[in-house]
C-alpha cells in the first residue's frame, strides 16, 4: 500500500496551498478531508481536479464514523491538521462554531488517530506523525518593546477564536504526554498570499481598493502583525513533518511586524503603480470603530526552527506583498467566485456604516 497523507482544511487559505505544493514536490497521494464551510473552495484546488493523487472528501472532522473509515481505508503516516474556523470578527459575531470545529472538530481527530495509531505495528506507530496548525494568537497580545514570543511563551488567548485554538493545542499535547501519540504543533504568524478569503485585512483591502471601496481600518490602525507569506509556512510545515521533535512546538514566523496602516498603505502603493485610479488608493482608508478586546501586537520568535530545522523564509513583506497583489489581480476568475453568495452576508453584517 503507498503511503497516504491525510489533510484537513485542505479547500481553505493555507491548506490548498499546502495541497498544491505538496502535490508538486511529493510523491504521496492527499486525502483531503474538508467540509466546505464559507472558506472552503475546490476553485483553490482547480489546478489539480482529476489528478488521482488527490482524493476529496466532503466530510466534517466531527463525523467520527467518517474519519474512522479513512484511516481504516487508506491507512494513512501522517495527519497535517488544518481545518478550523480562523476569522477573530467571525468568532465575536458567533463564538459556537469556533467551539464545536475548533476543540471539538480536534478532539474527535484525535481519537479517530489515536484509534488507528494504536492498531499499527512498532515502525508504523514511529513513523507516524500529527501535525497540528496553529497561531501565535494563542500567546496573547504584546506591548511595543516586548520581546517576541517564544515557544515557552505563556499562553494568554483574548479572542473566542484564539481560545478554541488554544484548547486545541492543549488537547494535542495531551494526546503526546498521556498515549504518546506523535504529535507536533506549530504556532505560525498571520499568513498572505494566493487564496486567502476577502474577509482578512490583506485581501480585503486589495478588492476594496480595486474596486474604489473604503478601506476600513480598525481603532488608529497601528495594531501590529508578524506577516509571513504563505509558501513559506507551506515549507516550514513540511519540514516540520520530516524533521520536527515529536512532542515539541514550532513557532514559525516572517520576521516582518508591520502595523496595519503599513500593510494598507503597501497593498495601496503597488496598486498606484500597476492600477492607476487618478488619485492615491489610501485616500479610501476610513477608521472604523475597533474590534472588541482588539489584541495589540503578535510577533514570533522563530529561533527554534531556523536553529533545529534550517527554516527561514523566502520572501520579505516587500516581495511577498507584490506577489501577492499580483496574483489578485491575475486571477480575476477566482476573486469573482468568492464575492458571491455568503459573502455579502459577512460584509453586511461586519461593515455597518457609522
Ligand atoms: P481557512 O478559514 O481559510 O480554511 C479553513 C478550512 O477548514 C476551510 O476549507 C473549511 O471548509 C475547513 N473546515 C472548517 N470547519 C471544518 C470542519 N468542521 N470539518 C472539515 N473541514 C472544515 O483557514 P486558514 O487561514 O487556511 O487556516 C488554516 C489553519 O491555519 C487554521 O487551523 C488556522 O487556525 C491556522 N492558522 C492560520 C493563520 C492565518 O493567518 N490564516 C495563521 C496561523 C495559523
Ligand atoms: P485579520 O486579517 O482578521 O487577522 P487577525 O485578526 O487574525 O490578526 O486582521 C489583521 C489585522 O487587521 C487585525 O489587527 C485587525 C485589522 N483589520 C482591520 O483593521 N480592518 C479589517 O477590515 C480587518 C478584516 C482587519
Redesign the pocket.
Known amino acids: 500500500m503507498q503511503d497516504f497523507i491525510l489533510i484537513t482544511g485542505g479547500a481553505g487559505f493555507i491548506g490548498a496551498n499546502f495541497v498544491l505544493r505538496w502535490m508538486q514536490t511529493k510523491t504521496a497521494p492527499v486525502i483531503n478531508l474538508d467540509k466546505l464551510t464559507y472558506a472552503g473552495n475546490l476553485q483553490n484546488l482547480a489546478s489539480i481536479s482529476g489528478d488521482a493523487k488527490h482524493i476529496f472528501v466532503k466530510e466534517d472532522i466531527n463525523d467520527r464514523s467518517v474519519v474512522g473509515r479513512l484511516f481504516e481505508r487508506y491507512q494513512p503516516n501522517a495527519v497535517i491538521h488544518f481545518a478550523a474556523e480562523s ?3 467571525r468568532s465575536i459575531h458567533g463564538p459556537a462554531d469556533f467551539v464545536q470545529t475548533n476543540i471539538n472538530g480536534t478532539f474527535t481527530l484525535l481519537e479517530e488517530t489515536r484509534a488507528y495509531w494504536s492498531s499499527l505495528n512498532t515502525d508504523e506507530r514511529k513513523r507516524f506523525r500529527f501535525v497540528h496548525v496553529s497561531t501565535d ?1 494563542v500567546y496573547g497580545s504584546l506591548n511595543a518593546g516586548d520581546p517576541a514570543f517564544t515557544e515557552e511563551h505563556k499562553y494568554r488567548p483574548n479572542s473566542p477564536y484564539s481560545a478554541s485554538k488554544a484548547a486545541s493545542d492543549h488537547l494535542v499535547r495531551a494526546y503526546h504526554h498521556t498515549y504518546g501519540l506523535p504529535t507536533i504543533i506549530t504556532n505560525c504568524s ?1 499568513n498572505y498570499g494566493p487564496y486567502q478569503f476577502p ?3 490583506i485581501p ?1 483591502m486589495l478588492l476594496n481598493a480595486i474596486n474604489g471601496k473604503p478601506l ?3 481603532g488608529d ?1 497601528k ?1 501590529v ?1 508578524d506577516w509571513l507569506y504563505v509558501e513559506d509556512h507551506c515549507d516550514a510545515l513540511m519540514l516540520v513533518l520530516e524533521k520536527g521533535r515529536v512532542g515539541e512546538t514550532y513557532n514559525i514566523g516572517g520576521w516582518n511586524e508591520r502595523t ?1 496602516l503599513d500593510v494598507v498603505n503597501a497593498v495601496c502603493s503597488i496598486l498606484d503603480e500597476s492600477r492607476p485610479s487618478g488619485k492615491p488608493h489610501n485616500s479610501l482608508i476610513e477608521f472604523v470603530k475597533d ?1 472588541p478586546g ?1 489584541d495589540r501586537r ?1 510577533a514570533i520568535d522563530a529561533t527554534k526552527i531556523a536553529n533545529e530545522l534550517g527554516w527561514k523564509p523566502k520572501e520579505t513583506f516587500e516581495t511577498g506583498i507584490r506577489r501577492t497583489v499580483e496574483w489578485y489581480l491575475n486571477n480575476e476568475q477566482w476573486v469573482k467566485g468568492v464575492l458571491s453568495g455568503e459573502y455579502h452576508n459577512w460584509i453586511s453584517l461586519q461593515y455597518v456604516r457609522k
Do not use: A, I, S, W
Open positions: 476569522h477573530v470578527d494568537e498571520n474577509e482578512k485585512l480585503l476600513p481600518v480598525y490602525g495594531n502583525r496595519n474590534r482588539h503578535y
